[in-house]
């Protein structure tokens, strides 16, 4: 399936529901597929599809059909952490940096690459 996705967001709340179960009869099902999600309060619904840019068009010929009005509508590509949980089952975590000064040190290697380092050294030679 490549793991594209559906996602529209609908422009009147009253029309999440229907729109979903619209959108429902184009999505995947089985297993690692995933289900049709609803964040009503942000009247966003998003579907796991295959079909492309192709489907994309079907979708918003049926929306339209059945009145139902869009604020977006967009196909998706999965992100890096949507194949880092697939695979592994779990959320990737951000990087610790508190405390162990790589804050200062990268400012450093910035101004370095920049030669604003190096003026410095040949300035206390001469």
Known sequence: TGGERVEVVVHEREKVRAASALLDKYGLRGPGKGDTTVEEHMRKIT?????GAKLLAEVIRDLDAHGIELDDIGLRRPT?????????????????TEGDGDADDAGRTARDAEGQGHHHSEEAAT
């Open 80 to 96: 890096l952490d949507d194949v880092f949980l697939s695979l592994t089952g779990h959320v990737a975590e951000a990087a610790d």
């Open 47 to 51: 579907t796991p599809v295959s079909g």
